[in-house]
């Protein structure tokens, strides 16, 4: 702990906001008592330099007093060593004859002491080691370009021996029917012999080892973010001498065009693991003096030990984003995704998607280690949604044949050579598939597609009652589950359905589409370019065709995992609609925080960041309370933002031009006088608003059909006289050429100052447009936010949702925690859409929020404090417009005044 009377002083780029100061201090105080912090600070004040800044602050000071604290207790050591031998002794032997407990205490605490300067003396060792190693590498040029042209001499060596194997290997005979494809076992070539050797007796290498350097572990939702924050570090004071390196999945990382061009997650993740393997059984065919030759007997040339370590090196020397590390590792031909595991040991900040952080078995295979750790959360809005998705799995009926189907091949086929222990599980996942079959109501040896479902519609059972159901409680899922990971059956499989293509089972593409909990998640990310996890996706087809599916038992693990939780933690959702292979069994996880404590428990501190976290209650019951943490070590920061009041109006329209009430229920918003009064809201406020107006609808349904009616009843032709109409799009790749339009269409109704004064954007809360796009300064002009968001009441998942929360959860405020959800879910997606506007301190915007419902004090209270701060309710819209007329007609003023 620091004296709270020393001044912490922050290295910062340029002259810090104050609320930028305030956020730091309480991120060091924060990191120095090992607390759980939950920062609030909106987007445009800067947020990820104060991160930056803050906690490499900490991290130097916390540093520096380590190395005093070890260079005192050796200087110590060092001094009493040659006095105390002997006084020791001889006090260690009078006590032996007096008192052996003291004596023995004494013992004990003197090799304490001694254990502990051994272990300081090593670890110095190699920190100097790493230093030195790191310093001759950035200053001597001629060093690190001679190191690469050794390395790629090497590698030219070594291709050329390995076409010459391949040549004389091609000329032995083929195995009988190729059973041992499927278990290919080829030589060890030299620098897995290397890799091997060298960790244990290179002590150049040792500092692969270290466990002992204490890291920021950064994580946010897409690769973008996390390049953004890379790109900040190198811009801050410590971009020059701060240790960062940034991980990702195969799919950003791998540089082999080979499997790169295979396109989806689970193909490369399993070509990868492949080659491998490949290299693993070369090297057990050596020691065995056997030599096994199959179809897949290719090793990937990059993943060469020396190439790797000189890329690890070369990513702590310098602070490289994702593309930097690609670039670097295509140019000395190394695995920038193992390259970069190699250096997490010896790094300070470790960037990395959402998913490899909080899914256990990801972190555990990417060689992250928490204990005693940071772990900073950005953009955790939604963290208890991702948590709960990660942890989710569902599998489609297809899915379920298809996985019975190759599996019952795969057992046809190597029954007489597969050990007695491999055929009883086989036969017990054989078996589990064939009783969720029945669940569904299918038959085992039928086409899922033509079995129609006698009985439509959705069950929710406990994990418990679903055993039963499936008559499967006598089987032990934790065995089963181990044997999955241990025997790498999918990915078995896997080669199987690849070498006997013509026996594969081939699903129409609409089955195949139906990505499940986990790999939609991963879809989602992966379309804004982020990690990777231990799941399947099936890749895509052209439109109406079929396709043949890769090994779906992925998924099958996945579900079966999930159903070795606790039986409170979850429910199973069973699904039966139409056909049974339109039907699913999904896991449904109920409490997150069971899976978040892990990184609780393991971490010094966390901190769990965001532009918008309102309403925070979500995360302190469901997140951190739930997990075991005391409200003594929370901490909560929320700041304003750095714009100055006057550039914002917040207003709650309560009644429309009309006198309408605006209350959009799911049994008023349909009603034509309802969407009347919007159209003459939208076009009032688009006479005086310039540039550029977004409006958000609940839902792409309502969007649509609001706008139908717009179209007969004329309300398009009149706003399509002040501002073009633009539209969200539904698909992802449409979304920047919209916004490029829009944009334009802004730019040049700028600078004509014609009757035409800018853009009308209509979109979707939760879609597309409604995070992490920027409609800064006449992009953003006016937010209007039409109704509230309720998710679906009626959604049977969501109803378990709030059942288990008011079994679990205490009241807050006289309300039930399951209404509490629903309100939370509205107003959290409510602040990310207005989060929109207001990017940078001289932005200015309003934003109208169309529905009485937001005047009350519950609501109003969850709105972010920058924003309700300044919030005018106006009853009618007379006062409205007038307020929104003044406020644009002042900026108009000021602003124009300013330019000339």
């Not at 070594?158 to 010459?164: A, F, Y």
Request: charged share 25%; glycine share 6%; aromatic share 8%.
């Amino acid at each position: 702990m620091c004296d709270e009377e020393v001044e912490v002083r922050f290295p910062f780029p340029y002259k810090p906001y104050s609320i930028q100061e305030d956020f730091m201090e309480a991120l060091y105080n924060v990191l120095e008592d090992g607390k759980i912090g939950i920062f609030e600070s909106p987007t445009g004040t800067g947020k990820s330099l104060s991160l930056i800044c803050g906690a490499l602050t900490w991290l130097r000071d916390y540093e520096e007093r380590k190395k005093q604290e070890a260079a005192q207790l050796l200087g110590v050591q060092q001094n009493s060593h040659g006095d105390d031998q002997q006084p020791c002794s001889v006090q260690q032997g009078s006590q032996w004859s007096s008192s052996e407990p003291d004596w023995i205490t004494d013992f004990v605490q003197k090799k304490a002491e001694r254990d502990l300067v051994d272990k300081l003396k090593e670890e110095e060792i190699k920190r100097r080691k790493r230093e030195e190693r790191l310093e001759q590498i950035r200053h001597n040029v001629q060093f690190k370009y001679a190191s690469k042209r050794k390395r790629n001499d090497g590698n030219d060596i070594e291709e050329l021996l390995q076409q010459s194997k391949e040549m004389l290997s091609a000329e032995d005979a083929p195995l009988a029917d190729g059973e041992e494809e499927l278990i290919v076992a080829e030589y060890e070539s030299d620098d897995e012999k290397k890799l091997k050797d060298s960790r244990l007796e290179d002590e150049d290498d040792e500092d692969l080892e270290e466990e002992h350097v204490t890291k920021i572990y950064y994580c946010s939702r897409t690769h973008s973010q996390l390049a953004q924050f890379v790109h900040e570090v190198q811009k801050s004071p410590f971009g020059k001498e701060v240790r960062l390196v940034s991980l990702g999945s195969r799919q950003n990382l791998c540089v082999n065009e080979s499997v790169r061009c295979l396109g989806s997650t689970q193909l490369i993740n399993d070509r990868c693991m492949e080659m491998q393997r490949n290299k693993q059984d070369k090297r057990t065919s050596d020691g065995e003096g056997k030599k096994k030759r199959g179809k897949s007997s290719d090793v990937c040339p990059f993943y060469a030990y020396e190439q790797m370590q000189f890329l690890r090196d070369e990513t702590l020397v310098a602070v490289k984003d994702i593309e930097q590390l690609v670039t670097l590792g295509k140019e000395i031909k190394a695995c920038p995704y193992y390259g970069a595991r190699f250096a997490i040991p010896a790094a300070q900040i470790v960037t990395l998607p959402y998913q490899m952080l909080l899914h256990s078995s990801t972190r555990r295979s990417s060689g992250i280690k928490l204990k005693d750790q940071i772990v900073i959360i950005d953009e955790a809005h939604n963290l208890i949604e991702t948590i709960s998705c990660i942890y989710s799995s569902e599998i489609a009926g297809s899915q379920i044949y298809c996985a019975h189907s190759q599996l019952s091949q795969y057992m046809e086929r190597y029954k007489n050579r597969l050990k007695a222990k491999n055929v009883m599980y086989i036969k017990q996942i054989i078996f589990i598939l064939e009783r969720f079959m029945q669940i569904l109501g299918g038959k085992p040896g039928q086409n899922p597609n033509i079995q129609c479902v006698s009985q439509s519609g959705t069950t929710l059972q406990s994990i418990n009652d679903f055993l039963f159901l499936a008559k499967i409680d006598n089987i032990n899922l934790f065995k089963v589950q181990r044997y999955c990971e241990k025997s790498m059956i999918s990915r078995k499989l896997f080669g199987f359905m690849e070498k006997y293509k013509g026996t594969e089972v081939s699903i129409a593409n609409k089955e195949n589409q139906k990505a499940t909990g986990f790999d939609r998640f991963l879809q989602t990310l992966n379309q804004k370019g982020t990690g990777e996890v231990p799941s399947s996706v099936l890749s895509e087809s052209s439109k109406g065709e079929q396709q043949t599916v890769t090994s779906p038992m992925m998924q099958i693990e996945g579900f079966l995992f999930a159903l070795t939780s606790s039986n409170k933690d979850g429910r199973v959702v069973i699904n039966r609609q139409g056909a049974v292979g339109q039907s699913s069994l999904k896991f449904l996880l109920l409490n997150p925080a069971v899976h978040f404590a892990e990184v609780l428990k393991e971490c010094r501190s966390v901190v769990i960041a965001g532009g918008t976290m309102q309403p925070v209650a979500d995360f302190k019951e469901q997140l951190l309370l739930s997990a075991g943490v005391g409200l003594e070590r929370l901490s909560e920061f929320s700041c304003g933002h750095v714009i100055p009041p006057d550039n914002i109006l917040p207003i709650i329209l309560c009644s429309g031009p009309s006198g309408q009430q605006l209350e959009f229920t799911y049994q008023n918003r349909d009603l034509p006088q309802m969407m009347d009064e919007v159209g003459r809201i939208l076009s009032n406020l688009c006479n005086v608003i310039p540039g550029g107006v977004v409006c958000f609808f609940p839902s792409y349904e309502y969007e649509k059909q609001v706008y139908t009616h717009w179209e007969k009843t004329g309300v398009l032709t009149r706003l399509s006289a002040k501002k073009k109409i633009f539209q969200e799009p539904k698909k992802a790749n449409q979304v920047e050429l919209v916004l490029s339009e829009y944009s334009k269409c802004i730019q040049r109704c700028s600078k004509s100052g014609g009757p035409m004064t800018g853009a009308l954007l209509f979109s979707v809360v939760g879609g597309k447009m409604s995070e992490g796009i920027n409609f800064s300064d006449d992009l953003g002009r006016c937010v209007v936010m039409v109704g509230m968001p309720f998710p679906n009441i009626k959604s049977p998942e969501l109803q378990e949702k709030m059942a288990y929360l008011d079994k679990t959860m205490p009241r807050i405020d006289g309300q039930s925690p399951g209404k509490a959800l629903i309100e939370n879910l509205c107003m959290k997606a409510v602040n990310q859409s207005i989060g929109r506007a207001i990017r940078h301190q001289k932005d200015y915007a309003s934003i109208v929020l169309l529905d009485h419902r937001y005047s009350r004090p519950g609501v109003l209270q969850k709105l972010p404090g920058w924003i309700k701060g300044s919030t005018q309710i106006q009853k009618s819209f007379g006062p409205a417009f007038a307020s929104v007329r003044k406020f644009f007609l002042g900026k108009k003023t000021f602003f124009g005044t300013e330019e000339h």
